[in-house]
């Protein structure tokens, strides 16, 4: 069993940054990959980044490459997402999720445990 906290959204003007953190518990969160998703009101759960279990490999949407990044501190059960260069249509609540698989994939069903979900808000 994998509990997964997220924080660090807010509100941010377009062009700026933040960075979200989710915070694992447990002490096998270095045998799970990780991603982060997205969802706003009326649509599904969007994929936006997944790292795997030693970051040596990682993937990204195409609306978020270039902008964001993924990593993870296995030493601290965290796992980031820098955003950058934030753009209004980047607005959603996002989401960390485990996987316990080594294959990097974008299908939120494929994810075995999800967090609550933190607010990001991009204003023009």
């Known amino acids: 069993q994998v509990q997964l906290v997220e924080s660090g959204g807010g509100l941010v003007q377009a062009g700026g940054s933040l960075r979200l953190s989710c915070a694992a518990s447990g002490r096998t969160f270095s045998s799970y990959a990780m991603g982060w998703f997205r969802q706003t009101a009326g649509k599904e759960r969007e994929f936006v980044a997944a790292?795997?279990?030693?970051?040596?490999?990682?993937r990204y949407a195409d609306s978020v490459k270039g902008r964001f990044t993924i990593s993870r501190d296995n030493a601290k059960n965290t796992v980031y997402l820098q955003m950058n260069s934030l753009k209004p249509e980047d607005t959603a609540v996002y989401y960390c999720?485990?996987?316990?698989?080594?294959?990097?994939?974008?299908?939120?069903?494929?994810?075995?445990?999800w967090g609550q979900g933190t607010q990001v808000t991009v204003s023009s």
């Open positions: 999720a485990a996987r316990g698989a080594v294959v990097l994939v974008a299908r939120p069903s494929d994810y075995d445990y």
């Open positions: 790292i795997s279990r030693s970051s040596i490999a990682t």
